[in-house]
């Protein structure tokens, strides 16, 4: 399926669209908001470091005052380490864990402290704000800052979670006219156009910015099959926002975006084939198509089914404030979002119709949030108290359509007749299909109390209902039959309710302005569900899991001669309960459930280190270590599990970051050269990773674990040259051309037998130019 490519000419197009649109949005939309995610780094003096604020807890405070594990990355540090998706933040934030399910690199998970899998439409334990609002947008471009919020969250944000936030904060309009161009050219025909501008519309009243992004590069996996190339580049993303502060004390923030992706697909590459297939011609071909695989390495592969991914989301967002008194503030965020979209993969990625799946284009999914806050400040004790509401729905038929391959005793029990006249086995399509209807209700409230002018108290509680409702049915087409069979797998409307009280309690001492130890315990819950695949009823339901989180750390600053540095260390402990685990079962047709194990812990440590070493030399190191195990896991298929990994979670994470400036003669600008260094142990993908003889856990194991990996990307950036508004950078993305495993589809224990890996992406150099004005 070829997909047209966006050009600077449509995201100009857009641009204008979208600049008449904030006109009725203003007036829309009238509710109101707060500031949740900002990162503000002051320009630092000669041979010190840049300060940094955020705003994790609601307000503005220096990031070593905050007493939670968070990794602040600014906007110059997004430009420098090249992030401009995604799947590339684990880099800049050690600890946040990425992975692409399904073998689509646009199917992202995030996870940290081994909390985040989800699978399907199931609740994350890891949740992505912009701008304040859950999940509206994950495209990076024109940011103020991304933060990583590490462990349980809910006492102050919109919706609770397990393992911790991500945090998108765009730049807001602003009082003075400003912007800038970026344009990009590279490797794979690399042509990338990044463009921001806003300012006043009536002085300090009304301000307005617009901003928009390109992405376009061609593929980097080959497909013998058809010619094409796969794991390209083509999507487009634009936003609106105004800023209204008609009287003193009262502010309104109103966001519009549109993003949209149309590329090729993922090309995973086959990894592994079971030794044990119940079928000798497939078993045969199979090993051939593995040999020729190796041989080719990831970057060839030969897979017969179409693939593709098409998404396109656009949604508004509104944040009001009113400041009633000097002691209490009023705060709204209110925000609507519609998605549809589709993509086709070829999960054996051979040239057999074994394991090819299709969800079809169209599909729609609108979610609305609405989050009300009450906040007062009086003396030594600062309170916030607040109500969420969050509905999602695909209200028309939501499915998918797999070509799966039936061997013939398979086909023996669902047809006498089909193994009868088809001896080796026959694809067979299966049609998948249902709806939905998600809420989350929730109040919560938390209080700090600085108790002495050394210590403060931190007390948090919420209340959050969940209420899922969902409908499927499978369908299979069999051979010489036009139309489907009756279901194989159908039942009524399952509905459930799943309610939990979580809570939050700290203490933080300032020994000096310039050292602080924090103490916290924090308990957390994501809720329950249903399986649309399940073709069981046992594995219709799954339960809530929680996680009580413990965490120490100390953060602070020192000067050493003339050197300076800024550190934050943590140690934490989670006690991990009713965990949920995806599992893909051996039924007919093929099925991915989740299930809850029973118990496990997680440890670990985060160092984050910055250190000004000289004028011109700094360097930053960020490390995470964590050691979790399941404390007691029994699958009633796979048997006793309490051996195995946690999945996407590696046990050691670390950035090293050294930076060298230096300011040119004359008006010549400035030079820096930069060095991004990137380690990640090895890990588990799936969470049957260690055989415990069961024979479906060793075929698993097989394909379960991949080896660690080290990335390093480099920069050099000339800026204000001749005193201008033009900057120029280069940059190398995996310099060293490594290749390593961002995603799995792990199917070997399983009637289909084989194992893909999905590659990151190879080296590429790119050439940048830059015009800001303000």
Known sequence: MNQPKFGAGEVVRAARKVGLFWLCASSCLTLPSIALAQTTSTAPAANTLEEVVVTARRR?????????????VSERQLEEKNIKNVNDLTVVAPGLSIQNTTGNRNNVTYSIRGQGQAFGQNSPGVVAYFAEVPDFSSAIFDLQSVQVLKGPQ????????????????????????????????GDLNRHDLEFAVGGPIMGDKLMVRVAGQTLNRDGYTKNLYNGRKLDDENRRSVRASVLLRPFDGFENL??????????????????????????????????????????????????????????????????????????????????????????????DSTPLDLLNVTNPPGKKIEST????????????????VGYYRENTKSPVNVGFDTK????????????????????????????????????SEAVFGQVDWKATQKLTLTGGIRRTEDYRRSFSQTFLVLPGQPVPTGPTATGPSSSGVFKATTWNVAANYTFTPNLSAYATVRRGYKSGGFNGTALSAADKYFQPEFVTDHEVGVKGQTTLGDMHFRYAVDAFYDDYTNIQRFINLPTTPASTVTRNAASGSIKGLDVDVAAQLAAHFDVSLIYTYMDASYDKYEDPVQGDLTSSRFP???????????????????????????????????????????????????????????????????????RD??????????????????????????????????????????????????????
């Open 369 to 384: 949030t609405e989050e009300f806050q009450i906040q007062t400040s009086w003396n030594a004790v600062n309170t916030v």
């Open 404 to 439: 799966q391959f039936f061997s013939a005793p398979v086909l023996g029990a669902l047809a006498p007749p089909l193994a009868l006249a088809f001896p080796n086995g026959v694809a067979i399509q299966a049609i998948a299909y249902g709806n939905s209807s998600n809420s």
């Open 154 to 185: 809910g006492t102050l944000f919109g919706r609770n979670t397990t393992g911790g936030a991500v945090l998108f904060s765009p730049q807001r309009p602003t009082e003075t006219l400003s912007g800038y161009v970026v344009g990009r050219v």
């Open 648 to 718: 996407n979670t590696p046990k050691h994470q670390l950035t090293l970051t050294p930076r060298f400036t230096y300011d040119l003669a004359g008006d010549w600008g400035s030079l820096s050269a930069l060095a991004s260094i990137y380690y990640q142990s090895g890990m588990a993908l799936d969470p049957a990773n260690k055989p415990n003889g069961n024979p479906a856990v060793a075929l698993s194991a097989m394909g379960a674990n991949v080896p660690g990996y080290t990335r390093v990307d480099l920069r050099v950036d000339w």
């Open 721 to 774: 040259i001749r005193q201008s508004p033009v900057s120029a950078a280069f940059y190398v993305r995996n310099a060293f051309d490594k290749d390593y495993v961002v995603g799995s589809n792990n199917q070997l224990s399983t009637q289909f037998g084989v194992g893909t890996f999905l590659y990151g992406a190879p080296r590429q150099v790119v050439f940048e130019l830059r015009y800001a004005f303000h």
């Open 60 to 72: 503005e405070e220096r990031l070593q005052d905050v007493p939670i594990a968070v990794v602040a």
């Open 254 to 347: 109103t966001i519009y975006q549109d993003d949209e992706v149309k590329e090729s697909g993922s090309g995973s590459s086959l990894a592994f084939v079971a030794p044990n297939i119940n079928n000798a011609p497939i078993l045969s071909q199979l090993q051939g198509y593995l040999a020729a695989q190796k041989a080719r390495g990831p970057r060839v592969i030969n897979a017969s089914w179409p693939d593709y991914t098409v998404r396109d989301g656009h949604g508004i967002l509104n944040s009001t404030s009113l400041r009633l008194t000097d002691h209490i503030t009023l705060k709204n965020i209110v925000s609507n979002r519609h998605y549809t979209g589709g993509q086709s993969y070829d999960l």
